[in-house]
């Protein structure tokens, strides 16, 4: 199985930036697709960004340049960079691993954006 380990989280003002980091660990797959998966409130939980062990990427139309995700395979690590946050990118942030037909989630880190 994958263990999944977000980091990174925080509380930053409208306009700031912050690194989303996770750590995968376990049975990892040479091919798989990664992803960043975010939760408001009362909402449900949204694609932000993934990432193919071939290094493909795909991001919703809300962060498109804003938000960039990288994945450094040798470390079993990916990363959500985000700029120019804006209040309504408050949410969880989860992190997802896909491959061989399962998926496995991490705990979660909160971002509020908020001045």
């Known amino acids: 199985q994958v ?17 989303l980091s996770c750590a995968a660990s376990g049975n990892i797959w040479s091919i798989y697709v990664m992803g960043w998966y975010r ?9 932000v960004a993934v990432i193919t062990s071939g290094g493909s ?7 498109e340049g804003r938000f960039t995700i990288s994945r450094d395979n040798s470390k079993n ?11 309504e990118d408050t949410a ?7 491959a061989g037909g399962q998926s ?6 909160q971002v509020t954006v908020s001045s």
């Open 3 to 19: 263990q999944l380990v977000e980091s990174g989280g925080g509380l930053v003002q409208p306009g700031g930036s912050l690194r």
């Open 39 to 47: 939760q408001a409130p009362g909402k449900l939980r949204e694609l």
């Open 57 to 63: 990427t795909n991001y919703a139309d809300s962060v």
């Open 77 to 87: 690590m990916v990363y959500l960079q985000m700029n120019r946050l804006k209040p």
């Open 92 to 98: 969880v942030y989860y992190c997802k691993h896909t």
């Open 104 to 109: 496995r989630w991490g705990q979660g880190t």
